[in-house]
């Protein structure tokens, strides 16, 4: 083997973005020696090399984004390769290899040289492009055919000079925008809001007593077995539906990467205990970015508990094939009618988007009534 590609990650990831390396150009490398850690939509995933051998040539440093079947490292000896790995590009120690999204270039080249023709721009354009530092990749062209013109590029520098330089989102927030788009695209959502008066719990403010997500989470597992549409996977294209017996609950977690939404199992048949330990144990995983990729799939349905951070009322986004979310907005004290007289009273405001095309109105209500009425009772 002259060079190692990225492999195949599984789960439809097609391309990973390079976190840090662990070897350099000369390193005498064993089987299963760990070369570079690199992040997918999904997780940090350790690469180890697939045969001893000396590295001739690292492509690509942290950050850089690398696709499935582009290589990663040269060994030294046996027959090149490199025609059938990334088209015509010679491969020395000299050149380093870094990518956007659209296109590969080598640092051996110009910085616009991109064998990559998706790029409809002559050469005078790019090389204009170049002296200016702006990255065609990031420029959607107003000419003929979509190609791009001295005068994109010209407002392209314009803009870099006023706003400053666009940045391809990478990892969890291409993942969670790529996500966003496709709800738009497929999903017909309404959203349902409402108030939950939870006077009844003791100390819910203080959380003395009462432990609020896993109230939420105890019952979204109540809601599901009144109304089990509601926990279920839609096929749009094939107009099908697969009513699911277990309940896998997708719990939002927000990070300064992006948002993660792991996945707590079977939240039906466990304890509240064992659901905080599962959690916990979730979000900590999360923070340390070692999440394995399994715990991030098959949500069923999903809480976005935003109203730890702030908000009364959202509409949330349904992510297919789900056909549900749950928006639970910041406990508050509100003056209410109780027995006939103004009380101040512990309120959770909820919101619930559904995909109209698989749930009902009527479905949904009652999925909402059943939530409520959980959340109403002292404890659980």
Known sequence: MKYFKLPDLGEGLTEAEIVEWHVKVGDALEVDQLMVSVETAKAIVEVPSPQAGV??????????????????????????????????????ENIKITQSDDFII???????????????ATPSVRALANRLNVDLSHIKGSGEDG???????????????????????????????????????????????????????????????????????????????????MN???????????????????????????????VLRDIKNRELNNLREGLDALRAAVKSRKIPAAEMQGATITLSNFGTLAGKY?????????????????IREEVVAFQGEPSVHPIIPLSI?????????GEAARFLKALMDDLAKAQV
């Open 55 to 92: 590295v001739a040539a690292l492509f690509g440093n942290a950050g850089d984004m690398i696709h499935t079947g582009e290589p990663l490292v040269e060994y030294q000896g046996e027959q090149d390769d490199s025609g059938t790995v990334v088209g015509d590009l010679s491969v020395s």
């Open 147 to 229: 190609r791009i013109t001295l005068e994109d590029v010209e407002s392209a520098q314009k803009l870099n000079e006023g706003k400053g330089h666009s940045e391809a989102l990478k990892g969890v927030r291409k993942s969670m925008a790529k996500a966003m788009i496709n709800s738009h695209e497929n999903v017909v959502p309404v959203t349902l809001h409402d108030d939950v008066d939870v006077h009844q719990w003791t100390s819910p403010i203080e959380g003395e007593r009462q432990d609020i997500t896993m109230r939420l989470i105890h019952a979204i597992a109540v809601a599901c077995e009144a109304e089990p549409s």
């Open 353 to 361: 988007t559904f995909d109209h095309r698989a749930v009902t109105g």
């Open 314 to 330: 959202a509409n949330p986004i349904v992510v297919p094939p789900q056909v549900a979310i749950v928006g639970a907005g910041g």
């Open 106 to 120: 080598g640092s051996a080249y110009s910085k616009q040289a991109s064998t990559d023709h998706s790029i409809k």
């Open 232 to 262: 279920t996977w839609f096929d749009g294209g094939q107009l099908t539906r697969r009513l699911l017996k277990t309940v896998d609950l997708g719990i939002a977690v927000d990070t300064e990467k992006g948002l993660f939404v792991p």
